[in-house]
Structure formats: structure tokens, C-alpha cells
């Protein structure tokens, strides 16, 4: 009896290790963009005013890259809150579309692990669940880890960023000009088709126009909705044209 239940926690250790290892050799790739980009987010949002413990707040509540760059952004210059947490909210809208689709793989758990488990969610840590729960080599317990190990890596980024940030003599001008480098980055990297870039066009100028007639920075908040509009207009008349064709 004893041999049965020795042999079974053996096993069980055995699993979890092969677990851990499985999942940390799937989220190197994130790990390796989260410690920089995250370093970056939080020098620059120490630049922005924003104090060490102010910085690894927001990154442990938000946890969404994109977002905490456009709320340093806007922090930065003196954007209102309520315009603040409507620009991060539009640009999380997403996150609901790419929960549901992981549901169907974690239906089964209990709303405690969902809970934090969806806390963890994001492009990266999105895109490896999802490839592995389809590939069937996949289950909650290494998506959990994928998502654990992501959470950490962006969140130590985001501290030593702050503490680098006291330190190294950057100038307002310079954290300004990175974050507007940084934007035009993520902006190019998306721009994989023709949906994009008429979306990246039509959303640029309407910021530019809109920034001009608005006296604060709501016109974020409107440009988001702006361009989510029209990708979702133009892909969903090409679904209906692909389908007419058929």
C-alpha cells in the first residue's frame, strides 16, 4: 500500500515537473519581449511622474502593455481620468473576444482558477494557449504556468524599469519621443494587410483632426472606437463578398 501511494506521488512530482518545463520552453518567446518592453514601460512611466509603487500597481492590476503605454501616455499630458480608463478600456475590449475563445478549452474548471486565470490573458500568452490547446499537447495547468511566468516577467520589467528610470538622466523630451517611437513600432508590426493599413490611415488622421477641434484627450477614446469600427465594417463586408463567391 504503501510502495502504491510512494509510487503515485512520484508520478504525480514527475508530471508536475514535466508541466513546468513544457511551459517555461513555451513562454521563452514572450519572456524575451515582455523584460525589455516592460523595462521600457516602467522607465517611462516613472518619467511621467508616477512613483515606484504607483508603477508596480498598475502593472500587477492592468497587466495589458499596450494599455499601460497609452495610460502613462496620457498621464504624462495631463489627460483626465475618465479619459484615461475609457482609452484602456476600448483597447481591452479585445480581451473579451480572445476569453471566449479560450472557454471552450477551460469550460470544465472552476470559477476561481478562471478568475485568475483570465487575469493573465494577453496577446502573447493568447496566441501560445491557444496554438497548444489546438494541437490537443495542451492543458489548463501549463496554460496557467504560460500565463504565471508572462505576468512575472512583464511585472519585474515594469519595477526595474521605475528604479532604472530614477537613475539614468532621460530628459522629458526623450520619453516623450520614445513613446511615440514605441507607438509607431506596434503600429507597423500590426500593419499585415490591407484591412490594417486603411484602418492605421483612416485612424491616423481622424487623431490628428480631432486633436485639433478637442481641448482634451478624449479624441483618443473617439479614434479607438473610430478604427475598431471600421476593421470590423471592411472585414465584415469581405467575409460577405468571400461568401457571395463561393
Same mark, same amino acid.
Given at each position: 500500500?504503501?510502495?502504491?501511494?510512494?509510487?503515485?506521488?512520484?508520478?504525480?512530482?514527475?508530471?508536475?515537473?514535466?508541466?513546468?518545463?513544457?511551459?517555461?520552453?513555451?513562454?521563452?518567446?514572450?519572456?524575451?519581449?515582455?523584460?525589455?518592453? #516592460?523595462?521600457?514601460? +516602467?522607465? /517611462? %512611466?516613472?518619467?511621467?511622474?508616477?512613483?515606484?509603487? $504607483? !508603477? &508596480?500597481?498598475?502593472? *500587477?492590476?492592468?497587466?495589458?502593455?499596450?494599455?499601460?503605454?497609452?495610460?502613462?501616455?496620457?498621464?504624462?499630458?495631463?489627460?483626465?481620468?475618465?479619459?484615461?480608463?475609457?482609452?484602456?478600456?476600448?483597447?481591452?475590449?479585445?480581451?473579451?473576444?480572445?476569453?471566449?475563445?479560450?472557454?471552450?478549452?477551460?469550460?470544465?474548471?472552476?470559477?476561481?482558477?478562471?478568475?485568475?486565470?483570465?487575469?493573465?490573458?494577453?496577446?502573447?500568452?493568447?496566441?501560445?494557449?491557444?496554438?497548444?490547446?489546438?494541437?490537443?499537447?495542451?492543458?489548463?495547468?501549463?496554460?496557467?504556468?504560460?500565463?504565471?511566468?508572462?505576468?512575472?516577467?512583464?511585472?519585474? #520589467?515594469?519595477?526595474? +524599469?521605475? /528604479? %532604472?528610470?530614477?537613475?539614468?538622466?532621460?530628459?522629458? $523630451? !526623450? &520619453?516623450?519621443?520614445? *513613446?511615440?517611437?514605441?507607438f509607431i513600432c506596434l503600429l507597423v508590426l500590426n500593419l499585415k494587410n490591407k484591412v490594417f493599413i486603411i484602418v492605421g490611415i483612416i485612424t491616423g488622421a481622424a487623431s490628428i483632426?480631432?486633436?485639433?477641434?478637442?481641448?482634451?484627450?478624449?479624441?483618443?477614446?473617439?479614434?479607438?472606437?473610430?478604427?475598431?469600427?471600421?476593421?470590423?465594417?471592411?472585414?465584415?463586408?469581405?467575409?460577405?463578398?468571400?461568401?457571395?463567391?463561393?
Open positions: 500500500m504503501l510502495n502504491l501511494l510512494e509510487n503515485g506521488i512520484i508520478q504525480s512530482i514527475k508530471q508536475i515537473k514535466g508541466d513546468i518545463e513544457e511551459s517555461f520552453i513555451a513562454v521563452i518567446p514572450i519572456c524575451l519581449g515582455y523584460l525589455p518592453l #516592460g523595462f521600457a514601460c +516602467g522607465v /517611462l %512611466a516613472q518619467k511621467a511622474g508616477l512613483t515606484i509603487f $504607483e !508603477i &508596480a500597481g498598475m502593472s *500587477l492590476i492592468v497587466f495589458a502593455g499596450s494599455s499601460q503605454f497609452i495610460a502613462v501616455s496620457m498621464i504624462g499630458a495631463n489627460s483626465s481620468i475618465e479619459a484615461i480608463i475609457m482609452a484602456t478600456f476600448v483597447v481591452n475590449l479585445r480581451h473579451f473576444l480572445m476569453s471566449s475563445v479560450l472557454a471552450k478549452f477551460l469550460g470544465s474548471k472552476k470559477k476561481n482558477f478562471l478568475l485568475i486565470y483570465s487575469h493573465g490573458v494577453t496577446d502573447e500568452s493568447f496566441a501560445i494557449n491557444y496554438h497548444k490547446f489546438t494541437e490537443g499537447i495542451w492543458d489548463s495547468r501549463k496554460a496557467m504556468i504560460v500565463n504565471i511566468v508572462a505576468f512575472a516577467c512583464w511585472n519585474f #520589467g515594469n519595477i526595474i +524599469g521605475s /528604479l %532604472a528610470g530614477a537613475i539614468l538622466p532621460i530628459s522629458n $523630451e !526623450i &520619453a516623450s519621443y520614445t *513613446l511615440t517611437a514605441m483632426c480631432l486633436s485639433l477641434i478637442l481641448k482634451n484627450s478624449f479624441y483618443i477614446v473617439l479614434t479607438a472606437i473610430l478604427g475598431a469600427s471600421v476593421g470590423y465594417f471592411i472585414e465584415n463586408k469581405m467575409i460577405k463578398k468571400k461568401k457571395r463567391e463561393k
